[in-house]
């Protein structure tokens, strides 16, 4: 037999009002109104995560990037913010990035990397030498000491020219031909007979032999005109060539001291590189420059499609300026698309339909124009979107960047560009659920070599004077970056005690104060309507009051099936097996606490402890082992001088949607003990708490909202001053019950019992003293009597079938329960 539990024996002490809720002391918080306090500037209580965003910010090693989990609302992501741009100011500004055309690849855009600003200056040098040369240049060529050389070199080939001609004319005459010039253009060669050419009758009358000969000289100044015609052509390209060296040196000689100009403004060596070639360019294609015939505009003027645009080779593509950047950059991407973070290669159509670009369309994401400082965005978002995690780890792990265009038509593009990649030195913060850390940490394994650093903010901290403080200079904040009404001691003190309730515990604060923000707007809001000067207690609470009135509508009509019998709930009287058991509902916006009938029966049997929540598939399992813990209590309690043959079963009554959790296991070994020992229980008393296999009761969640859901429907139907729940030990520093539930605890209307051990609770629900399986007339001595009792008589059945089961069937089921 089972001892009696020394804690059974402790008498049962009933809370007072001022154990039910913690309240602030207003002494400690030393101001009048919030408007005398500096704005908090801190991330306070978040020591473990800040320390992590410290490491993880100051190493410039590869992998070190953070991940930043248990982050909620803006307010909290704005201290991160913050965070980053402190460390930011304190390190040196990048420089700027741009694509300029490759002059031996064009496909190949190059990259330069310049000083901070230097990017806009080189762009705008590029435009004004451009436009200067447009307008020089073309006035060069009409230079009269220009025209002059030109001319002179005309006129030597044009005598060069003549005197070809001049020899060949008289070539052929001596071969007997004259030269004459069709209508067309064609050279004729026309044969003579002396000085006069000859009729068609006379070539016709020449013998055979003398018009083969007259063919042999015409072929031989046939071949002597191709001659002359192929030195004609040399001649012409001598001076092509010729006019364009005169070309090049006059142009250089304008084009030169201005690229030295760039030069001595942009001394670094590639850009130079890159100006040198843009001089051979300019000087290679000079018939850019020359002034052209007008033409007459076209009948639908459309734009010149991308490569058709003029001087386009020598424009700047400006990727990243960081020209009015003070310290490192800190970009925050609410949108981590593809496009977003890694930039693109815009395209247009042309006027074949075909999809092409050119280098000025690159356009940086903002990891290029985040690098040498940090980016923020939610992990979470970018998974989502296509082959943005593939492409952001490749990039973290080259520390490259390659722009590449996101389109997907791409199958059908012309005009590709692979663009020269650019380094970047990026600290990538991104935030998401602790369940999304551990889901990569585990199936990815590059995960855990990028992102090496866990920042984990936490729900909670202690309960301490600077603490509390902190939740002051927060509102201090909130009220002058959002215009609202400053808040005196009291209303302080509320919100700080709602920060205690929002974490069920008299000891600590809810440290992330995007929870809090909200009811703050809101008690401003309803002070304003009040005409009030500063925001107080009343103001606060009628906040919260509103919030749950907004959200509580299901809660409402669950009160009201009670009211009106439709789900049975008794607040008062006596039954047998019956006990009010509490749950709490999850609405996402709102929790509340619901009554629920917990009965049990039990009869001569083996099948055990039958959960009937679990036989229809109501059940969780963690409900599930709440019961096996029960049997395991009845066996170490009763079991020890016979088998424990029974058939019992719990039920909740009128539960419909599933049960889970392990916080109604007292209760419902309450109701089963008071079946055996055929004890009524107390209807107006409402039970929670989980119990282990030696009748411990156990901490539950939760417990403001039960005691408020019972107290609620015994307020509705009129307090009698007997009622109450009764609640773990445990439970008592997580207390912040309402204000009018605390009203009634003072008043003695209402009642709250902590206890320690299940034999407490049998004493409060039946009045009859639990004592031991030894002592007549006690709750464990009435139930030891009955399980006996249950054993004679399976014995006194023999070899009949139990509960409808064979014998053997009937033993295994047993043991099994």
Request: proline content about 5%; glycine content about 6%; hydrophobic content about 40%.
């Amino acid at each position: 037999m089972a001892e009696k539990n020394p804690a059974a024996a402790a008498a049962v002490r009933e809370l007072t009002a001022e154990e039910a809720r913690r309240t602030v002391d207003l002494s400690t918080l030393p101001f009048a109104t919030t408007a005398e306090l500096p704005p908090l500037t801190d991330l306070v209580g978040q020591e473990r995560a800040v320390q992590a965003l410290h490491t993880g910010l100051g190493m410039d090693q590869a992998g070190y990037h953070i991940f930043v989990c248990g982050l909620e609302g803006t307010e909290a992501q704005a201290q991160i913010v913050a965070l980053l741009r402190q460390r930011a100011a304190s390190l040196p500004t990048p420089g700027d990035w741009v694509y300029v055309h490759n002059f031996r690849n064009p496909d190949q855009p190059q990259a330069l990397a310049l000083e901070p600003g230097q990017g806009r200056r080189l762009q705008h040098d590029m435009e004004r030498l451009v436009a200067h040369l447009r307008e020089a240049l073309p006035k060069a060529f009409r230079e009269e000491a220009f025209e002059r050389e030109q001319r002179e070199l005309s006129e030597k080939y044009e005598r060069e020219v003549r005197q070809l001609q001049e020899a060949f004319a008289r070539f052929a005459r001596e071969r007997g031909f004259a030269l004459q010039v069709d209508p067309m253009g064609n050279v004729l060669f026309i044969p003579l007979r002396g000085d006069r050419p000859m009729t068609p009758e006379e070539v016709q009358q020449l013998s055979e032999e003398q018009r083969r000969e007259l063919g042999q000289r015409e072929a031989e100044v046939l071949r002597e005109f191709r001659n002359v015609m192929v030195r004609q052509r040399l001649l012409m390209q001598q001076l092509a060539e010729e006019v364009r060296q005169i070309e090049r040196s006059f142009s250089a000689m304008i084009i030169a001291p201005m690229i030295g100009e760039l030069k001595r403004r942009h001394p670094q060596a590639h850009v130079q590189r890159y100006l040198d070639a843009v001089q051979e360019h300019m000087l290679s294609h000079l018939d850019r420059f020359k002034e052209r015939a007008p033409q007459p505009p076209p009948q639908l003027p459309l734009p010149l499609p991308p490569g058709e645009e003029p001087f386009l080779e020598y424009r700047i593509n400006v990727l990243v300026d960081n020209s009015d950047t003070q310290g490192a950059p800190v970009i925050v991407e609410d949108t981590p698309t593809y496009k977003s973070l890694f930039g693109t290669i815009d395209r247009v159509v042309d006027p074949h339909g075909r999809l092409v670009t050119n280098f000025t369309r690159i356009k940086a994401g903002s990891l290029l124009r985040a690098s040498g400082g940090f980016i923020l965005f939610n992990l979470e978002d970018a998974l989502t979107e296509p082959l943005v995690w593939k492409t952001l780890k490749r990039t973290m792990q080259s520390r490259q960047l390659k722009i590449e265009a996101y389109d997907p038509f791409a199958l059908f593009t012309i005009s590709a560009l692979q663009p020269e990649p650019i380094p970047i030195q990026t600290k990538i913060v991104v935030t998401g659920h602790p369940w999304l850390y551990y889901l990569l940490y585990f199936l990815d394994p590059d995960f855990q070599h990028l992102f090496k650093i866990k920042a984990d903010f936490g729900f909670d901290m202690a309960r301490t004077a600077a603490h509390e403080a902190s939740y002051a200079h927060f509102i201090a904040r909130l009220c002058r970056d959002e215009n609202l009404k400053h808040f005196d001691r009291s209303g302080v003190a509320a919100v700080i005690e709602y920060g205690m309730r929002r974490v069920e515990d008299q000891e600590k604060l809810a440290s992330q104060f995007t929870v809090l923000a909200d009811v703050v707007r809101e008690a401003s809001f309803l002070a304003a309507q009040e005409g009030a000067a500063v925001v107080g207690r009343r103001h606060v609470e009628q906040a919260l009051q509103a919030r749950t009135f907004r959200a509580n509508r299901l809660e409402e009509k669950v009160r009201e099936l009670i009211l009106q019998g439709t789900v049975l709930i008794d607040t008062e009287g006596r039954r047998v097996g019956q006990v009010n058991g509490l749950s709490v509902i999850q609405l996402g916006d709102h929790t509340f606490g619901r009554p629920s009938r917990v009965t049990a029966t039990a009869a001569m049997g083996r099948s055990g402890i039958i959960n009937i929540e679990r036989e229809a598939r109501l059940s969780g399992s963690t409900h599930d082992k709440g019961v096996l813990i029960l049997a395991g209590y009845l066996r170490q309690m009763y079991a020890q001088d016979k088998p424990l043959t029974l058939s019992a079963s719990l039920c909740f009554e009128q539960s419909y949607s599933g049960v889970e959790g392990d916080s109604a296991s007292s209760t419902e070994l309450y109701a089963l003990l008071s079946r055996l020992a055929n004890l009524p229980v107390r209807q107006d008393l409402a039970v929670t708490g989980s119990v282990n296999q030696w009748g411990d009761i156990q901490a539950i969640g939760g417990v403001n909202e039960k005691i408020e859901g019972f107290y609620d429907v015994c307020t509705e139907r009129g307090l009698t001053g007997t009622q109450g729940v009764i609640i773990p030990q445990a439970n008592v520093r997580h207390l912040m019950l309402r204000p009018d539930v605390v009203e009634a605890i003072r008043a003695g209307r209402f009642h709250i019992y902590p206890i320690t051990h299940v034999d407490q609770g049998l004493e409060l629900l039946t009045g009859v003293p639990a004592g031991d399986v030894h002592t007549p007339g006690t709750v464990h001595y009435l139930v030891n009597a009955r399980l006996q009792q249950l054993a004679r008589d399976i014995v006194a059945f023999g070899e009949r079938s139990v509960d409808g089961a064979k014998p053997a069937e009937a033993s295994e089921t047993g043991s099994a329960s």
